[in-house]
């Protein structure tokens, strides 16, 4: 039975629900160029434009619900944890709310969320549900210096000493939905594979670091992961295929 179980979770977790992933022919990035929009470069650029980016998908997220894969999550994080007097980590780079809609607690998001915003002059940062512009004022000190509360390419992923801490103690890592191309996410599992956890991803296909995982399970995950989760709960370990 596991003890200490790390789940890394991407795009792919949110399809279902109806949020785009990013690298696809339909993604995020198909329509809006990294360079422009996820960087701080872009940002000082053009900051209307990145505002209104995430405003947009701000919006969309409001109406969107968990899927059955955030929902066995949330199981994993109760049901199994006490059954076992296990800890289960889910760490997120996505940056909607669907983890919290579904109940689950203490979610890190590494890559920053969509319901938070950051203020540039005083390092404040506050939860967040409206548009935000470069005219938007601080809640905090008052000062017109609001950037989305999101980490872009080039700056460093929040709370990663935690989240290293977590990946070495762990016996479990579970990745789910995540192309494995960006960093540092994508060396989770090399981490957590070193001080020798068991390493399952769960995606449509096959990704990038597929081959540092002990196992891969593919198909849909909101088809996937309850089932299973509800394998874990039951016995507390997993058949091997
Ligand atoms: C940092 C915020 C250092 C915006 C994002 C060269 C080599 C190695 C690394 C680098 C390099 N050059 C630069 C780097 C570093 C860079 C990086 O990794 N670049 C890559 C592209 C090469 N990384 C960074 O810059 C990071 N910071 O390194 O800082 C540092 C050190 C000290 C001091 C300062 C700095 C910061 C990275 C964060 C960037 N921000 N997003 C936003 O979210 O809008 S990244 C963006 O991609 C998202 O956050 C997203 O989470 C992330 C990863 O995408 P995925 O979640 O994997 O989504 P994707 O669409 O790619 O894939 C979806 C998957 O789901 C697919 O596999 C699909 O098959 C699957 N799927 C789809 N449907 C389903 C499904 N699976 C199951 N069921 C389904 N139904």
Redesign the pocket.
């Known amino acids: 039975m596991f003890k200490k179980i790390v789940i890394l979770t ?4 949110s ?2 629900s109806g949020i785009p ?4 022919e339909t ?2 990035w198909e329509q809006e160029r990294v360079e422009d ?2 960087t701080y470069e872009g940002f000082a650029r053009n900051a209307r434009k990145v505002h209104d980016f ?1 405003n947009k ?1 701000r919006k969309s997220i409001r109406t969107k619900e968990p899927n059955p ?1 955030h929902l066995a999550l949330t199981r994993l994080q109760s049901e199994y944890a006490q059954k076992f007097a296990a800890d289960v980590t889910i760490v997120t ?3 909607d709310d669907l983890h919290e809609k579904a109940g689950s607690k203490d979610v890190i998001h590494m ?2 969320e969509l319901n938070s915003i950051l203020c540039e002059h005083c390092l404040g940062r506050y939860e967040y549900h409206d548009d935000s512009s470069s005219d938007t004022e601080c809640s905090l000190c008052g000062h017109k210096a609001l950037r989305p509360d ?8 929040y709370q990663m000493e935690l989240i290293e801490k977590k990946l070495f103690d762990c016996d479990l890592f579970i990745s ?11 060396g989770f599992c090399s981490v957590a594979k070193s001080t020798g956890a068991y390493c399952v991803e ?4 096959k ?1 990038a670091v597929a081959s540092n995982f002990t196992r891969g399970i593919y ?4 088809v ?1 992961v309850p089932a299973f989760v509800d394998e874990l709960i039951k016995t507390g370990t997993f058949s091997e295929e």
């Open positions: 991407g795009a792919g977790i399809a279902e992933v990013f690298r696809s993604g995020l929009v996820a995430y998908m894969a780079q996505n940056i890559h920053g999101i980490v872009w390419f080039g700056e460093m992923p789910i939905g995540t192309s494995g191309v960006v960093y540092p996410a994508a769960f995606n449509l296909e990704s198909g849909k995950a909101s996937t």
